[in-house]
C-alpha cells in the first residue's frame, strides 16, 4: 500500500496570556518542519485568543507552517467574509493556510453570541452550503451569485486565490455524509483514533457519500487530533483499558503512528496533551525534532522497499 502525504503538527487552546508561549511554540513547530498548528475557536469565552486574529499573526512570524481553526466556529462566523477571511490569510502567507469546519457545537453559548439558534438539521445543512459558498467564492471567476436555505449572495465577485484544503469535525451521520460529498479531509471528533469504534462507524459513511457523487474516498484524508504523552521510557501499555492511546517512548510513538499511516490509511496527526490540552514546550520539542523525523523516515523507507 503506497502511504498518504503524511501531516504533523500541534494543537492548542490558546488564552491571552499565553500568546507569548504559542508564539513560541510556533516558531519552534516551523524550524523543525512541522506542518501544522492549529487553534480552538470558542469566541464566547473572554478570556481566550480570537482563532482567526492569532493564525494570522503566527503566520506572519512564520516562514514555512500552516495555520488553522480546529475547527471554525461557522455560525459565528458568517461564509462570505470567512472565504474573504482565508483568501487573505492565504494571500499573504504563500498559502500557508487550512480551513477547519465545524457545524456548531455548544448552541447555548454560540446563541449567547446573538447568533440565532439552529436545529441540528439546519445546522448541518448550512454547514455543508458553507463550504460550497467558500470554495465558489475562490479561484477566480465570474461573480457569484448563490442562493441557498441559510446562505444567501448576490453577484459576488470572488477571490483570485484558490480556495484552501476544507478540513471538518464531522461528528453525526448527515455531517459525516456532507464531508464525504464536499470537504477535503476529516478530524474524526472526541479524538477518536484508527482504532476506535468510532472511526471504523464513521469513515464508511463519508467513502459511501463521496462515492455517491463521483468523487474518489481516497481525496478525502483523515487527520486525527492525537492526545498522549511521550515518556523517558517505554511504558508496559500504550493504551488504556477503553483501547485509547496514551503515549509512551519516542519509539514506541514512531511505531503507532507509523503501523496507522501504512495499515489504516491515517494521512494526519495533530498532537495534544494526554488530557486533550496544548502539549508543554519539551513536549512538543520531542514530538517535532524526534517523533516526527522518525515516522517520516519510516514510512520512507516502507515506500522505498
Keep these: 500500500m503506497t502511504a498518504p502525504e503524511v501531516a504533523f503538527g500541534f494543537g492548542t487552546h490558546p488564552g491571552i496570556d499565553d500568546a507569548e508561549e504559542l508564539l513560541r511554540m510556533a516558531r519552534l513547530a516551523d524550524r523543525a518542519e512541522l506542518d501544522h498548528f492549529s487553534l480552538s475557536d470558542h469566541p464566547y469565552i473572554g478570556g481566550r485568543l480570537d482563532a482567526y486574529a492569532t493564525i494570522g499573526f503566527i503566520l506572519g512570524r512564520t516562514q514555512h507552517i500552516s495555520g488553522f481553526a480546529n475547527v471554525t466556529n461557522l455560525p459565528t462566523r458568517p461564509a462570505p467574509m470567512l472565504a474573504r477571511t482565508v483568501a487573505s490569510l492565504s494571500a499573504l502567507s504563500g498559502g500557508r493556510v487550512v480551513l477547519g469546519m465545524g457545524a456548531g457545537g455548544l448552541w447555548d453559548r454560540i446563541s449567547d453570541m446573538g447568533v440565532p439558534r439552529l436545529s441540528p438539521g439546519d445546522a448541518v445543512d448550512a454547514f455543508e452550503e458553507a463550504i460550497v459558498l467558500v470554495k465558489m467564492l475562490s479561484g477566480g471567476g465570474p461573480p457569484v451569485t448563490y442562493q441557498g436555505r441559510h446562505h444567501q449572495v448576490n453577484e459576488i465577485e470572488p477571490s483570485p486565490v ?3 484544503p476544507v478540513w471538518t469535525g464531522s461528528v453525526g451521520r448527515k455531517s459525516l455524509a456532507a464531508t464525504g460529498r464536499v470537504a477535503d479531509g476529516w478530524i474524526p471528533g472526541h479524538a477518536a483514533d484508527w482504532l476506535s469504534e468510532r472511526y471504523r462507524a464513521s469513515r464508511p459513511v463519508i467513502d459511501e457519500a463521496a462515492a455517491a457523487v ?14 498522549g504523552r511521550v515518556t523517558d521510557r517505554p511504558l508496559p501499555a500504550t493504551r488504556d483499558r477503553d483501547g485509547r492511546w496514551v503515549g509512551g517512548s519516542v519509539g514506541q510513538w514512531t511505531e503507532e503512528l507509523t503501523g496507522a499511516v501504512l495499515e489504516h490509511g491515517a494521512s ?8 486533550g490540552g496544548t502539549p508543554d514546550l519539551v513536549s512538543l520539542g520531542r514530538w517535532a525534532d524526534e517523533i516526527v523525523p522518525a515516522v517520516r523516515e519510516a514510512i520512507a523507507k516502507e515506500e522505498r522497499g
Design 162 to 164: 484558490a480556495a484552501p
Design 214 to 227: 463521483g468523487r474518489d474516498p481516497r481525496e478525502i484524508r483523515t487527520i486525527f487530533n492525537f492526545p
Design 268 to 275: 494526519g496527526f495533530t498532537l495534544f496533551s494526554a488530557s
